[in-house]
C-alpha cells in the first residue's frame, strides 16, 4: 500500500485512453466551463473545438440542465427500475421516442455508448431467438467502426488498438471494409462520390456465413473515434437494401452522430435511412451526467411481448438504466434543443464551417480535409516512424493557444458545440492554422 501524499496527487488516477506518463510530466488540467469555454487550472481561457467528447452539444454550465439535475437530487436521488419506475424515466423515454425516426418507437436505458451497444447486440440475438430463428448469431461489424470499449464492442469494432491486447473476443463476428478512400476521396464536401459500391462486401459475407445465421450488421453512419469518415452517396441506402433482403437486423451507432451534429435530429434523418436499432448517448444529457439508450422499432419490441404478462421478456439491465437525474438532465437537455433551435442552428452553420475547414487545404503536413455538419477531420501525414506524434503536438500546441482539439492517430477532429458562433468558427481555425504551420 503506498501512502497518499495529497488530494490532487496525479499518480492515483489511471486516466482512460491517455498517454499517463506523458500527460503527467506536463498536465493539462481543466476547472471550469461556461458555454464555449474550458477554464484551464492557470486560468487561461480554451475555446471548446471538441464539444468536450462529442458530447457538450448545448454547450456548459447551462442553467436549465443544472437547475433540473440539483432540484432531482434534491426531490429522489435513486429509483430502482427493476419491477419498480418512477416519472422521470417514462417522460423522457416519451420525449426521446418523439424524435427518433420512423416506427422507432421504444427506449431502453443504459448508462454510457458502450452499454449501449452491447444492448443492442442483445437485444438483436434475442429478438431472432423470439422469433425461432435461434440460429441468426452472428454479428457484422465494420473495419475502423468504434462502438464503446465493452467486450460486444470492441468485438465487432474494427480498431485494432482496440482490440489486440484482450484475447479472445465474441466468435461468430465478420467485417465490412471501411469506406475511407485518399486516393479516390480525398478533400471532398460532405458525402464523398465514390464507394457506394463497398456496400456490396456485406453481399459476399452473407454468401459466406448464409443469412440464416446472421443477426445484425451495425455501423457508425458517420464513423467519429476513428477520424471523421463520412459515408459514400448511397452507401448506408445500400445497406439498408441488403439487410432488408436478408432479414438481418441494422444497428446505427449514433452516439457521436446524434442530437443535431449532422444538422438534424440524428444521422438517420439526415441520410433518410431507418435503421432496426439505434444507440445512443453524449448529447442524451449534454454530457453533464453519463446517460446512454438504445432506440427500437415497434415490430422488435413486439417481438418480446409474448408469453404470460408476469414474465419478463428481456434478461437485461443495469443498476442506473434510467437513473432519476439522468433523466431530469435529458429532458432538460432536450427542451433547450428544441427552445433554442440548436439543431436548425447547427445546418444554418454547417456551410461556413466546412468553407473555413477546407481553408486548410494546402497547410503543411494535410493531406485530407473531410466534413459533414458540424464535424470535420484533418488528416496529417505522419512522421516517419512515429505514428500519431505530429497530431498530439498539435493538440499540445492548439491547447496552450486556447482551443480544445481531438486526435486520433494523425487526424484532427473538430466538433464544436452547436451553439458556437461565426466569429468563434473564426478564432477556432486562426489558431488552428498558426499551429499547423509551427509543426514540423
Not at 438504466?321 to 428544441?338: C, N, V
Not at 498539435?394 to 458545440?417: M, N, Y
Amino acid at each position: 500500500m503506498t501512502d497518499v501524499t495529497m488530494p490532487n496527487d496525479l499518480e492515483s488516477f489511471w486516466m482512460p485512453f491517455t498517454s499517463n506518463r506523458q500527460f503527467k510530466a506536463a498536465p493539462r488540467l481543466l476547472v471550469a466551463a461556461k458555454d464555449m469555454h474550458y477554464t484551464a487550472a492557470d486560468g487561461h481561457q480554451v475555446l471548446d473545438g471538441a464539444a468536450g467528447l462529442w458530447c457538450c452539444n448545448a454547450g456548459h454550465g447551462r442553467q436549465k440542465i443544472v437547475e433540473a439535475v440539483q432540484h432531482q437530487v434534491a426531490q429522489l436521488d435513486f429509483a430502482p427500475t427493476f419491477q419498480m419506475g418512477h416519472p422521470k424515466a417514462f417522460e423522457a423515454a416519451s420525449r426521446l421516442a418523439s424524435l427518433l425516426p420512423g416506427d422507432m418507437d421504444r427506449v431502453f436505458y443504459t448508462n454510457s455508448g458502450s452499454e449501449a451497444v452491447d444492448t443492442a447486440l442483445k437485444i438483436a440475438l434475442a429478438y431472432h431467438r423470439a422469433r425461432g430463428e435461434g440460429t441468426r448469431t452472428r454479428l457484422i461489424g465494420r473495419e475502423r467502426g468504434y462502438h464503446g470499449v465493452g467486450f460486444g464492442g470492441i468485438s465487432v469494432g474494427g480498431i485494432v488498438t482496440n482490440r489486440k491486447w484482450f484475447g479472445g473476443l465474441l466468435t461468430g463476428v465478420d467485417h465490412m471494409p471501411h469506406t475511407h478512400n485518399l486516393e479516390r476521396n480525398a478533400y471532398s464536401r460532405g458525402q464523398p462520390a465514390w464507394g457506394a459500391e463497398l456496400a456490396d462486401e456485406l453481399e459476399r459475407i452473407v454468401t459466406l456465413h448464409d443469412a440464416s445465421n446472421i443477426a445484425a450488421v451495425i455501423v457508425e453512419p458517420v464513423a467519429g473515434s476513428t477520424g471523421v469518415l463520412v459515408p459514400p452517396k448511397g452507401y448506408l441506402k445500400r445497406l439498408r437494401e441488403i439487410c432488408t433482403k436478408h432479414g438481418i437486423l441494422l444497428i446505427f451507432d449514433e452516439v457521436i452522430s446524434g442530437f443535431g451534429r449532422l444538422g438534424a435530429s440524428f444521422a438517420a434523418e439526415h441520410f433518410d435511412v431507418l435503421p432496426d436499432l439505434m444507440t445512443m448517448a453524449k448529447g442524451i444529457t449534454n454530457g453533464v451526467i453519463p446517460m446512454g439508450a438504445v432506440g427500437v422499432r415497434e415490430p422488435i419490441y413486439q417481438a418480446f411481448m409474448q408469453g404470460p404478462e408476469n414474465a419478463m421478456e428481456l434478461f437485461h439491465g443495469y443498476t442506473y438504466s434510467g437513473h432519476p437525474i439522468a433523466a431530469a438532465a435529458s429532458i432538460a437537455t432536450l427542451d433547450l434543443y428544441r427552445e433554442e433551435g440548436l439543431f436548425e442552428r447547427a445546418a444554418a452553420m454547417a456551410p461556413y464551417f466546412e468553407d473555413c475547414a477546407h481553408a486548410l487545404k494546402g497547410l503543411p503536413h494535410v493531406i485530407d480535409i473531410r466534413n459533414i455538419g458540424l464535424v470535420a477531420g484533418i488528416e496529417l501525414a505522419p512522421r516517419a516512424g512515429q505514428p500519431g506524434a505530429r497530431a498530439y503536438e498539435a493538440l499540445v500546441k492548439c491547447f496552450e493557444q486556447g482551443l480544445l482539439i481531438r486526435t486520433t492517430g494523425d487526424i484532427i477532429a473538430l466538433s464544436p458545440p452547436l451553439i458556437i458562433e461565426q466569429r468563434q468558427i473564426d478564432e477556432m481555425f486562426s489558431i488552428l492554422v498558426k499551429v499547423l504551420r509551427s509543426i514540423e
